[in-house]
């Protein structure tokens, strides 16, 4: 089964460590993207470049920004492939963000 790694980043964490540990967080994302399990993912631009579209009696409405206005924002996505919830978890925990204050959110995708 198909589960989302919804990835919410403390704002700044990046920027915020010395390089040695910047240069180790990306070698642990890579080596997630590298497990077999992994099926696709994205880090995603600044929340500020966002545009919601919404249609609303026939109109189409954009506004600038994110869909809300909170300090938890989603940041990029994970796909994988795990046998079950809990396989998806431990593929979750393996996300650095986890350690550094950020969540991740994992849900099942609706098979077509």
Same mark, same amino acid.
């Given at each position: #089964?198909?589960?989302?790694? #919804?990835?919410?980043?403390?704002?700044?964490? /990046?920027?915020? #460590?010395?390089?040695?540990?910047? %240069?180790?967080?990306?070698?642990?994302?890579?080596?997630?993207?590298?497990? %077999?399990?992994? =099926?696709?993912?994205?880090? /995603?631009?600044?929340?500020?470049?966002?545009?919601? =579209?919404?249609?609303?009696?026939?109109?189409?409405? #954009?506004?600038?920004?994110?869909?809300?206005?909170?300090?938890?924002?989603?940041?990029?996505?994970?796909? =994988?492939?795990?046998?079950? /919830?809990?396989?998806? @978890?431990? @593929?979750? %925990?393996? =996300?650095?963000?986890?350690?550094?204050?950020?969540?991740?959110?994992?849900?099942?995708?609706?098979?077509?």
């Amino acid at each position: #089964m198909q589960y989302a790694l #919804m990835i919410y980043p403390d704002p700044d964490y /990046l920027e915020a #460590m010395p390089d040695a540990e910047r %240069a180790a967080t990306r070698a642990d994302y890579l080596a997630l993207a590298d497990d %077999a399990r992994y =099926v696709a993912g994205a880090r /995603l631009q600044p929340v500020e470049t966002a545009t919601c =579209v919404r249609v609303v009696g026939g109109r189409t409405l #954009m506004t600038d920004g994110p869909f809300a206005d909170t300090k938890e924002v989603l940041g990029g996505f994970c796909l =994988v492939e795990a046998a079950n /919830l809990d396989e998806a @978890l431990e @593929l979750a %925990a393996r =996300v650095p963000v986890t350690r550094y204050g950020g969540i991740v959110e994992v849900r099942p995708v609706v098979a077509r």
